[in-house]
């Protein structure tokens, strides 16, 4: 009998750890080209995502120039594409209150009509005119916080956005909320009541429901009539006007074939002698639950 070779186990055992290493690595690789098809997938849908709501943006800007004499009031447009569709709502940035212009009698009525009581809602109207006037220092009291702007800083006198009303003294971020919905910053000094959103409506001075509700009847039956219009508000008709829509607010929703879906929310200009048919004022995606 003969004894057995000791080199011949070693090869054996590096033989099988050569096999167990080659499969973990074939394994390994597997699960990297998995996890890549899924990241170029999403990232595929992304894109395809993004070229529909430039697309949409694209369409929406053309019909609002087409629409200029008729109220961009919660109008809406689906396009469909051989990747998906995108939906579209439109309205006129014109119907909403200006925080940056608005009168503090008006800025006082929408403050009370989310909940302000009326001393405090005047006062803040003020507080958002004496704010928003370059150069103007903001109210001093003990509610004020140390980092807030100070009289100088590059943003003094001007509001970029209605969230920047947050920032006035003794303003509660629930006020803030509800008016969100009823204001803007590319608006004017007074409203259009072709395109005011009943809830901006609702909250000019002197307006109460039976005026509202007669005001929305008619509307519905003479959107173009601004004259009619106006008069049905009776002392409130000096916070509106019937202006030319150039500022529109555009709401896309894009739907891929697969189920995908991308949004976003785009401020666009449309200036009748600039070289670009539109321009865009802000672009600010959003969440893809945030279905029209």
Known sequence: ????????????????????????????????????????????????GDALLSGGLEVSAGLAAHW???????????????????????NDEGGRIDIGKSPPELLAALLRSVGAPQAQADSLAQSIVRWRSRGAAPPQNSEQNADQPKAGDANDGFF???????????????????????TTVFGAETVNPL??????IACLPGVD????????????????DAGQLSALLGPAQRF??????????????????DGYAAAAHAVIVLLS??????????????SGSAVL
């Open 1 to 48: 009998m003969t004894s057995a070779d000791p080199r011949r186990g070693m090869v054996l055992v590096i033989t099988l750890w050569t096999i167990a290493l080659c499969s973990a690595l074939a394994m390994a690789t597997s699960v990297s080209f998995r996890s890549f098809a899924g990241i170029a997938g999403v990232d595929r849908d992304r894109i395809r």
């Open 273 to 286: 002698n600039d070289k670009e048919p539109y321009r865009v004022l802000i672009w600010t995606p959003l």
């Open 195 to 200: 395109t005011a959103p009943p809830g901006v």
């Open 160 to 182: 970029t956005d209605v969230s920047d009303i947050a920032e006035i003294p003794g303003m509660r971020p629930e006020w803030v909320a509800a008016i969100r919905p009823l």
């Open 68 to 90: 200029s004499r008729k109220p961009l009031l919660e109008r809406e447009t689906t396009v469909g594409l051989s990747m998906g569709r995108v939906r579209a709502l439109l």
């Open 209 to 224: 429901q039976s005026r509202l509700a007669a005001f929305l009847a008619a509307r519905r039956s003479f959107p173009n």
């Open 240 to 257: 509106v006007a019937a202006k030319p829509q150039q500022v529109v607010s555009v709401q896309l929703t894009a739907t891929l074939a």
